[in-house]
């Protein structure tokens, strides 16, 4: 049994990065043999362990071979005969199929080296052909290394419009996709994930909604607040499209309805200035404030993030003013239902209007 580290541990070292991850590939192992070796079995398509003690991920060497059209649609051989060389033929590109030995030695068959010193992204063989979801890692590596200003080989550019031509892209499913595209969020500049795909013709079939109105200052937002990035991706769309581009990618509904939220009411919360205390209380009644007030500080956040305006101080300041508002048991007295929420509502509007000097 022999261990390399592979794949994006060894190629971040050798740009100079701090590796967030580090994965191994094991050469003449079996699972029998991995266990009794303490190792912990996590895969389920194929076997991957955890080790012991550092608790990195060890994968058996495979080899695939392609039986369907889906993305997830092949057969494995992770036998003990399987070569180093044949594990690192399957990859996709040859910056991933670098590895390094247990005495620190480069191993490298597909000069993996030689494409980072020339700053491209190459296919290693023709069956990056038959993964479509190889289309959308190519962008998301443009997204993450353009510190080093990376480009795609031609052969490879050409290979991945023919894919985006034969529609292999509808073979990728939803969470796969919205997996590659939160991966790009929070890269140094997301934008170049959207831009590729757009150039090679990707937009139609992904995101449509896109086509014609991305947000260039993705990349100047925080990459830590992914949550912000994704609000600005969608921030010059109307609702009803925010709503097909979150159905088609099964976005989770809180993640939804925030995006919906900043798209709806940023305008207004950006026009505080000029605002009422009558608009203010109005906006946070619609943003559902004073039940979802996680939900809100996030919205306010966002704005903030987005609008480059600094207003999400003042704007806390009210919201917990109104917050902290109630109708004391005499003014209750008598009164239920709407007629309650009115009168609430109404005693915000004097405490903001007077406590804000508005």
């Not at 303490?38 to 076997?47: L, S, V």
């Not at 597909?110 to 700053?119: P, W, Y």
């Not at 959308?136 to 985006?164: G, N, W, Y």
């Not at 581009?245 to 925030?258: A, D, M, S, T």
Request: proline share 3%; aromatic share 8%; glycine share 4%.
């Amino acid at each position: 049994m022999k261990a390399y580290l592979v794949g994006g541990a060894v190629r971040d070292e050798l740009l100079g990065l701090e590796p967030k991850e580090r994965d191994f590939v094991v050469i003449g192992s079996s699972i029998d043999d991995m266990i009794k070796a303490n190792f912990k079995k996590i895969g389920r398509t194929f076997p991957v362990f955890i080790h012991p003690v550092t608790k990195e991920e060890y994968a058996l060497a495979r080899t695939e071979k392609k039986i369907g059209k889906r993305h997830t649609d092949f057969i494995c051989d992770f036998s003990p005969s399987v070569t180093l060389e044949e594990d690192l033929f399957r990859r996709d590109l040859t910056i991933n199929a670098i590895v390094i030995d247990e005495l620190g030695q480069i191993v490298d068959p597909f000069h993996g080296q030689k494409d980072l010193e020339a700053r491209q992204l190459k296919h290693i063989s023709e069956a990056f052909h038959e993964d479509p979801l190889r289309v959308l890692r190519v962008a998301r590596f443009l997204a993450q290394l353009s510190d080093f200003d990376f480009s795609v080989h031609p052969e490879t550019h050409e290979m991945i419009k023919s894919m985006v031509e034969e529609k292999a892209l509808l073979d990728i499913s939803a969470e796969r996709i919205l997996l590659e595209m939160e991966k790009a969020l929070s890269s140094n500049k997301p934008s170049i994930f959207f831009s590729y795909l757009h150039e090679v013709g990707a937009t139609n079939t992904l995101w449509p909604e896109l086509n014609r109105k991305l947000n260039k200052s993705l990349d100047s937002i925080d990459k830590n607040n992914t949550d912000a990035r994704f609000c600005a991706l969608l921030d010059s769309l109307e609702n009803n499209e925010i709503e097909c581009f979150c159905q088609r990618l099964n976005i989770p509904n809180k993640k939804r309805e925030l995006a919906s939220l900043v798209g709806s009411e940023k305008a207004a919360w950006g026009n505080l200035a000029n605002a009422s205390a009558a608009d203010i209380i109005n906006l946070l009644y619609r943003a559902d404030a004073f039940r979802k007030s996680d939900r809100f500080l996030r919205f306010n956040n966002i704005c903030s993030e987005i609008t480059d305006k600094k207003l999400s101080d003042k704007w806390s300041r009210i919201y917990q003013d109104a917050r902290e508002t109630k109708l004391d048991t005499f003014e209750a007295e008598g009164i239920e239902g709407s007629e309650l929420g009115a009168r609430l509502k109404a005693k915000r509007i004097v405490k903001i209007d007077v406590g804000n000097e508005l």
